[in-house]
Nanobody, 123 residues
Framework: QLQLVESGGGSVQAGGSLRLSCAAS????????MGWFRQAPGKERTFVAA????????EYADAVKGRFTISRDNTKNTVYLQMNSLEPDDTAVYYC????????????????RGQGTQVTVSS
């Protein structure tokens, strides 16, 4: 089993930045596509970003393109989400996720998910 633990969430003013981390344990993430989802209050969980096994490919939701960057360090079994120019609409619980197939993540599919970390952006 793959366990995922997110950290780095918090409260920030609009225009600020946060960096989320996702530490994996139990298995290596080298064979998984890794990604992030988010769920705002009263809304469904949505795809944010994903990166392929080796980090050579990345995909982003339109709402975060140009502001968020996903990266991974397979030697540390860790995935990151750098979030810049944050907006109040980015307020949500952010979940780290893993799936064997990169192209499935953009459609919301994930074999594994963490417990989430809260991000709150005030105007």
């Amino acid at each position: 089993q793959l366990q995922l633990v997110e950290s780095g969430g918090g409260s920030v003013q609009a225009g600020g930045s946060l960096r989320l981390s996702c530490a994996a344990s139990g298995r290596t993430i080298r064979t998984f596509a890794m990604g992030w989802f988010r769920q705002a209050p009263g809304k469904e969980r949505t795809f944010v970003a994903a990166t392929s096994w080796g980090g050579g490919a990345a995909e982003y939701a339109d709402a975060v393109k140009g502001r968020f960057t996903i990266s991974r360090d397979n030697t540390k079994n860790t995935v990151y989400l750098q979030m810049n120019s944050l907006e109040p609409d980015d307020t949500a619980v952010y979940y780290c996720a893993a799936d064997r197939i990169f192209t499935r993540m953009a459609s919301g599919r994930a074999d594994y998910r963490g417990q989430g970390t809260q991000v709150t952006v005030s105007s």
